[in-house]
């Protein structure tokens, strides 16, 4: 404990006078400084790392927010911002020496808008929750984690989230317009605007997964799209992942871009199908799941073109949902992939990298390499259509070596991705888990400048400090460690 | 001449000194230093600001883009860089004590990718081009401003430029995966890539729109968009500016995304329909252009709803395109409005200030008693899907105090703009031309945020100085200036 933020400086805080001061703003009941009470907020989804902060505020208005920052930015203490913390990549882990900000309280959804199709929420509104909001009016919130039922849309700007549809409707940044918050200082700051463009530097795409280090999020307005008359999924099944995954390729290149476009491997169903029972064949190797949504004859056209390219790229067999309700079923099946990955091991570790499509079917074959290398089984869950790979390492954190082991699967997971022309993180961030192999995926140089950016909207270094830019000092350490290894 | 940029620290450059350095990278014929051969560079699109820079250059390979910044670098010349020079802010106006680094000899299209849909090309193809070389396998680059014959893809980057077709297909920040370029000091870099995010700040998005302030770009990845089966345009007239602008609000309110929704003014239409001979009504106050575009369904569909709309927000009569000629000359007389606009008046500023969608009428009013004020004719031109206002203000620089005038009219309108909860610019940049209204938009700390932002790419300060980012004191002295006039 209080050694996971190497990359962090040291900070000297004295938690009774910070408890003291904080209690001058908040009433009691939003302020917590006992370990018990501290230990809910020790970790985020990425359980492997954890701290105890000195203290939790958990405000309700800006007035608050600004307050405590002003206050912090003053002692100099350390503030780590959070909303469901469904965060798989530890961004927001408490800092051992600072305050953990809670926007727990920020769920109001202020305003949803049918004409302009925007919806005004606080940061602690579930993703879920905005659709549901703006569905009386045919439309919804597109983005859609797997985690939507509790992750919140102060959490996916931080970090940019994605979902099964965004290769047809975009990431968080592609539907987000405007953003305002606090500075550490505790500025105000809008980031964007309800315009298509702005004067000055583009800072709203800056801030959308910039991991909670620019700036306090206290308010989205997020841009709404109208639901598609209908959606069909086609289940297509194959005998080899290599298939599979060449089939992912074979669609784009026919000019489709499926609503989505998504891939799992024979254990990633074996795990799903007890627990959600989709209906997925448990034979095959892998199979897709690649919608079509539109008007009737939209998608009635498209499903007919993405069963020729699926038969064609050598599908064993393929199923269309009949129905809506079909169609739901085969969906929760790939949404419920983690939680039902987490009931067959006792730990695991979710992996983000991103690759170009055409190099899907080599990742897999390496994995399964990389499997036996290290002794661990590993399920494998895509976003194909994007290139955006999980694979859930899975280990048990009680057999001595097997985290290590695990850790290094996925830095091999990693590095290959950015061999393979990809990135280390496709949307889950990079917080404490990456950190390392950002000095992999970037140079001194551009490291140093993400670091003056950091700078420029907070000088002091106090928000959220220690994740995502690794330190000179790191860098230098693992170009050390490869070159002797090479 | 030369006191053009007084936002710009001074450099003591030795022009001979400069040419001798650069003659030993390029070949003669590739460097200019006589004001004879500057003078073809003195100005972009905004023909009423004009620099002659101490030299120009003008090179074909990376290498030697490389080689003349690290020069630059050393000897501390500020650098200029610049495309086809059809930007309308000055933001490619040269700097009368630097160098004006040409890439127009980057020209080349590297590789059309109709499987990706993406196309890789030099900064310095025009825009047109690339849909040309994407016409073969039914793709085009959606973005697609009036100046697209002329204007290059490294400016539309460098701009964020937009076009007729934004308000559906995005403006080049949603049309751009990738950038590659130099520093000022020279260091290669990568903005961005194939995959739908990465790690990291995200820096494309910051690229887009920097008016050649953080980097020297190279080479550019555009996304390529199906060709759509049938696109058709209504044209909407109508007996008052005030209808026609609530009519777009009203378009969208009923739940359309046209593929292009754009005004005209009378006006605009007079100078026009000589010049193109697009077959507008010259009675009308004011034309509206909705486009649709899919297959032939969608499009039957949408026209109907559109017309539904337009009929009951009181256009006095519709006329829907018969067929493609007629579709391209339609969009032909909206296309050349600025040149056409430029046949009737010695003199034209262009503003380009954004607007709620649904205060457009207002802005109309008020430009109008503007027009009466400043004893000078506007005709508006604008992408009112979007709210990009495009007045043109027609003077003529050889009747004294006619600038000053036009450049009051062009502030008032843009000061306005802001007021009414839009922004200064939609697409056409800050350049020099609106440095004094970023301190109506920006605090002084938004501003300091953007200055450190493009320290941490150009320390030394060298790239574009003076541009898009006004100094501290033109923003003291604009409040004082304004606090005197409240």
Same mark, same amino acid.
């Given at each position: 404990m209080g050694d996971r933020l190497p990359d962090s400086p040291d900070f000297a805080v004295d938690q009774a006078a910070l408890l003291a001061a904080l209690g001058r703003i908040l009433p009691p009941g939003r302020v917590y400084g006992e370990p018990e009470d501290l230990r809910p907020y020790e970790? %985020?989804?990425?359980?492997?790392y954890r701290n105890l902060p000195l203290a939790v505020a958990l405000p309700e208005t800006e007035a608050e927010v600004q307050a405590i920052l002003q206050l912090c930015h003053r002692l100099q203490v350390p503030v780590v911002p959070r909303g469901?913390?469904?965060?798989?990549?530890?961004?927001?882990?408490?800092?051992?020496?600072?305050l953990l900000l809670?926007?727990? +309280?920020? +769920?109001?959804?202020?305003k949803v808008d049918p004409v302009a199709r925007t919806a005004l929420v606080q940061p602690g509104v579930r993703n879920l929750a905005v659709s549901e909001a703006a569905a009386p009016y045919n439309l919804y919130y597109a983005p859609d984690p797997s985690s939507q039922i509790a992750c919140t849309i102060g959490g996916n700007v931080s970090e940019n989230s994605g979902g099964?549809?965004?290769?047809?409707? @975009?990431?968080t940044v592609h539907n987000v317009l405007q953003v305002r918050g606090y500075t550490m200082a505790g500025e105000p700051v809008t980031f964007g605007s309800a315009a298509l463009d702005a004067p000055g530097f583009d800072l709203l795409a800056l801030l959308n997964g910039s991991e909670g280090m620019l700036a306090v999020i206290t308010e989205v307005l997020v841009k709404l799209t109208p639901k598609p008359q209908v959606a069909k999924v086609v289940l297509a099944y194959f005998d080899s992942v290599t298939k599979a995954g060449n089939a992912v390729a074979e669609v784009i290149a026919a000019g489709i871009i499926p609503a989505g476009l998504e891939m799992m491997d024979k254990p990633a169903t074996h795990a799903v199908e007890p627990y959600v029972?989709?209906?997925? %064949?448990? %034979?095959? *190797?892998a199979v897709l799941l690649c919608e079509s949504d539109g008007t009737p004859e939209e998608v009635e056209e498209e499903i007919a073109a993405m069963r020729a390219v699926l038969e064609k790229s050598g599908a064993t067999s393929l199923r269309v949902s009949a129905n809506e309700a079909e169609r739901l079923r085969f969906w929760a099946g790939r949404k419920a992939a983690f939680p039902a990955v987490g009931r067959i091991t006792p730990d695991y570790l979710c992996m983000d990298g991103t690759i170009p499509r055409k190099r899907v079917a080599e990742m897999l074959t390496a994995i399964a390499a990389m499997e036996k290398k290290y002794g661990l089984r590993c399920a494998n869950v895509f976003h194909a259509g994007d290139g955006n790979l999980h694979p859930l390492i899975m280990y048990d /954190? =009680?057999?001595?070596?097997e985290l290590e082991r695990a850790t290094a699967f996925g830095a091999e997971i990693l590095e290959l991705s950015v061999a393979l022309? @990809?990135?280390?993180? @496709? *949307?889950?961030?990079?917080?404490? *888990?990456k950190i390392t192999q950002m000095c992999a995926q970037f140079t001194p140089e551009e490291l140093a400048r993400f670091e003056g950016i950091k700078q420029s909207f907070d000088p002091a270094g106090l928000? =959220?400090?220690?994740? /995502?830019i690794p330190t000179p000092a790191r860098c230098r350490e693992y170009r050390q460690t490869r070159g002797e290894q090479a």
């Amino acid at each position: 404990m209080g050694d996971r933020l190497p990359d962090s400086p040291d900070f000297a805080v004295d938690q009774a006078a910070l408890l003291a001061a904080l209690g001058r703003i908040l009433p009691p009941g939003r302020v917590y400084g006992e370990p018990e009470d501290l230990r809910p907020y020790e970790c %985020d989804g990425l359980t492997a790392y954890r701290n105890l902060p000195l203290a939790v505020a958990l405000p309700e208005t800006e007035a608050e927010v600004q307050a405590i920052l002003q206050l912090c930015h003053r002692l100099q203490v350390p503030v780590v911002p959070r909303g469901a913390a469904t965060g798989l990549s530890g961004g927001a882990m408490p800092h051992h020496q600072g305050l953990l900000l809670s926007l727990a +309280k920020f +769920k109001k959804i202020l305003k949803v808008d049918p004409v302009a199709r925007t919806a005004l929420v606080q940061p602690g509104v579930r993703n879920l929750a905005v659709s549901e909001a703006a569905a009386p009016y045919n439309l919804y919130y597109a983005p859609d984690p797997s985690s939507q039922i509790a992750c919140t849309i102060g959490g996916n700007v931080s970090e940019n989230s994605g979902g099964v549809h965004c290769l047809k409707y @975009g990431l968080t940044v592609h539907n987000v317009l405007q953003v305002r918050g606090y500075t550490m200082a505790g500025e105000p700051v809008t980031f964007g605007s309800a315009a298509l463009d702005a004067p000055g530097f583009d800072l709203l795409a800056l801030l959308n997964g910039s991991e909670g280090m620019l700036a306090v999020i206290t308010e989205v307005l997020v841009k709404l799209t109208p639901k598609p008359q209908v959606a069909k999924v086609v289940l297509a099944y194959f005998d080899s992942v290599t298939k599979a995954g060449n089939a992912v390729a074979e669609v784009i290149a026919a000019g489709i871009i499926p609503a989505g476009l998504e891939m799992m491997d024979k254990p990633a169903t074996h795990a799903v199908e007890p627990y959600v029972k989709a209906g997925y %064949d448990l %034979d095959a *190797e892998a199979v897709l799941l690649c919608e079509s949504d539109g008007t009737p004859e939209e998608v009635e056209e498209e499903i007919a073109a993405m069963r020729a390219v699926l038969e064609k790229s050598g599908a064993t067999s393929l199923r269309v949902s009949a129905n809506e309700a079909e169609r739901l079923r085969f969906w929760a099946g790939r949404k419920a992939a983690f939680p039902a990955v987490g009931r067959i091991t006792p730990d695991y570790l979710c992996m983000d990298g991103t690759i170009p499509r055409k190099r899907v079917a080599e990742m897999l074959t390496a994995i399964a390499a990389m499997e036996k290398k290290y002794g661990l089984r590993c399920a494998n869950v895509f976003h194909a259509g994007d290139g955006n790979l999980h694979p859930l390492i899975m280990y048990d /954190a =009680n057999q001595p070596g097997e985290l290590e082991r695990a850790t290094a699967f996925g830095a091999e997971i990693l590095e290959l991705s950015v061999a393979l022309g @990809g990135s280390i993180t @496709g *949307e889950h961030g990079v917080g404490v *888990e990456k950190i390392t192999q950002m000095c992999a995926q970037f140079t001194p140089e551009e490291l140093a400048r993400f670091e003056g950016i950091k700078q420029s909207f907070d000088p002091a270094g106090l928000l =959220n400090p220690g994740k /995502a830019i690794p330190t000179p000092a790191r860098c230098r350490e693992y170009r050390q460690t490869r070159g002797e290894q090479a």
